[in-house]
């Protein structure tokens, strides 16, 4: 069984709000100092999936990734944890892609390093969030998907997926090869070992660029973004929050439930 | 020049969901805007052709029903074929779907094969200079983007839940209704769909609920949880709860409210042991009023909430259960 898992580096998001900062006249979000970035978090749900299905039945995992100089950590990081090929894309080109621009990208990669059984991916970015590479690389390489998953189970010639919807589990079957993205629900990912990390160590990552994918540089990067930013900013929450008190934490309580039923809001 | 508006309307079982009216609301706001009419289209099985009358009620100027067996269940590919099939038919200038499971997994590859502009989880859309613009939150609620299409060609969007006003009801509009013939290119498809498994909340439902009471990590563990199916019952009120929790396996994924959850607008939502992560806060942000019962002063939930309890939820829920029963009873 041959995967290929596409992974994105982002900001990490459980910095504390008051960190997050935006520069709102180049309309970009400031990287925090001191903070290096990190996995997407579904990505690493993904990378984990991926390895527990080559635990299982065998094969090989190539992780994939279009980002910037510290991307290859990333990828490290994912060698480590029991994949075993990385790739890294980068190139002036891409600068300012959007999903699309991404997915063309990665989809001439995905061409380029052949056969395989499983594209995964996860399922929404947690930075810019554009819900929209994973299914855009499904359509131009042609592949049936199932999307925020919470189990796969390999079958002959198709996989098992189970959905995890608002209201339920949706479960489709998918023949291969196919798309699929992982939500959090399918698993915790592992902490690289000692050992994976010095064999990651030893790994070299190849990086590919736009000349190398063959991608026409017209078709990527900020030109060929479908969408313009016109403005970027912190909301701003202006409400006053009213604590309340009493002798004990129980009095406190009361007054509580006193002050929600005067307000009629119980 | 393209200047109509297509929605892609969906169904709940029997009923038409209510994401329909709410695209159907800011459909027919933005079809002002450009001159031209509403569609809708509405996929399904048995019964999709009545249901998709409502649609024209809800300010359609034209439903298209796609009706048949194959669309019982849903499946990306097929679904995808068939409501690619009603863009060209309609050759809109601008395409809106719902951020459901259906919605979010048809709309990108539909922009993206056929070279349109795509904005994810939108919470407000208009016309800017005759391209469709959008307010898109990212960085999980910790900042927010405005966006606006570049292609002159269709603009596709996916609106985010109670974001947008539902529409009026207009019994005894008129509009037309058709049906969209489904051609299915067999080998196209290569998936099908095989079951879906409700899991049914006990109580009340947790997107309709008027008061939601909402566990986090604070709460330490699993049978905790029963301290707020204590007070949900005497309130009357879903229980909800943070990923935090979901992930620690405390609580079903279907109540995780957030980003990634579903999106409350109670009257009153009571967040315990809760941070108040900007993703959790896309979900409960709608809440009129936000009470948050939590140890520490200085936790980020106490900037968007109404009223604050500073303490440890062991002495402060019961008590405040307690006191709330009293009060209800008289
Ligand atoms: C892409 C992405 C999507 C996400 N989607 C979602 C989503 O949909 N929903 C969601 O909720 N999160 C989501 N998250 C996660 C989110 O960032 C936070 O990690 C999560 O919401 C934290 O949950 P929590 O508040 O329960 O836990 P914590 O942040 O750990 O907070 C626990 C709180 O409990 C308090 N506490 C501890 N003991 C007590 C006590 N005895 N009594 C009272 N208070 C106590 C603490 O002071 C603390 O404030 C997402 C993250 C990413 C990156
Ligand atoms: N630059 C990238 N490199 C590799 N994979 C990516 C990249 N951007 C997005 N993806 C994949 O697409 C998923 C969804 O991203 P998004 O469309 O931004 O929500 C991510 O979780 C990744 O798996």
Redesign the interface.
Known sequence: MNIVVCIKQV?D??IP?RD?K?DEEK?T?VPPVNVPPVISTFDENAVEAAIQLKEAKGGKITVLTLGGDKAKDALKKCLAMGCDEAILLQDPAFDGSD??GV?RALAAAIRKIGAFDILMCG??S???????TP??L???LNL?????L?KVEVKEGSL?CE?????????????TP?LLTI???MN?ARLPSVKGILTASRKQIPLWKASDLGVDPGSVGAGA???????????V?T?Q?????GE???????N??????A?K?? | MAKDVLILAERAGDRLALVSSELCGVGRKLAGETGGALVAVLLGGPGTRDLAKGLIALGADKAIAAESDQLK?????LYTQVIDAAVGQVSPAIFLVAN??IG??VA??I???R???????CTDLSI?NGRL?AVR???????????????GALAVA?TRAKAFPLADIQEGRSGELVSLEVKVESGA???????????E?EGVRLEDAE?VVSGGRGLGGPENFSYLHDLAKV?KAAVGAS?AA??AGWAP??IQVG??G?IVGP??YIAVGISG???HMVGAGPSK?I??INTD?EA?I???????????YR??????TK??KE??QN
């Open positions: 900001q998001p459980d709000p997050f935006v309309m979000v999903a699309f997915a399922r929404l947690s930075d810019w969030s554009y819900g929209a299914l855009a499904a359509e131009a049936p998907s199932a999307t925020q919470q098992r959905r995890a919807l608002e209201d339920g589990v949706e479960v489709v079957d998918v023949s196919c939500s959090n629900e915790t973004a479908t969408l313009e930013i016109t403005k970027l900013y912190k909301p929450f409400g929050c009213e604590f309340i008190t004990t934490l129980e009095e406190a309580a009361e509580l439930a006193l002050r929600l039923r307000d809001i119980i | 269940g849903y499946t990306n590919t459901t499971s979010r997994d990108p590859r922009a993206f094969r070279g349109a502009s795509y904005a994810y989880d800017e613009a939150p990212v960085y999980g609620g910790s900042a927010v983007s405005h966006v606006r299409s570049r292609t996916c498809v290569r998936m099908s769909f095989v079951e879906t498994k409700r899991v909340a008061i309130l990923r979901v992930d994924t279907q980003q990634t579903k009257n009153l992560a900007m993703q009023n009470v948050a002063p980020p106490f900037q968007r909430a109404r009223y604050g309890v500073v303490g440890d002495k402060v829920i019961p008590a405040f006191k709330c009060l209800l």
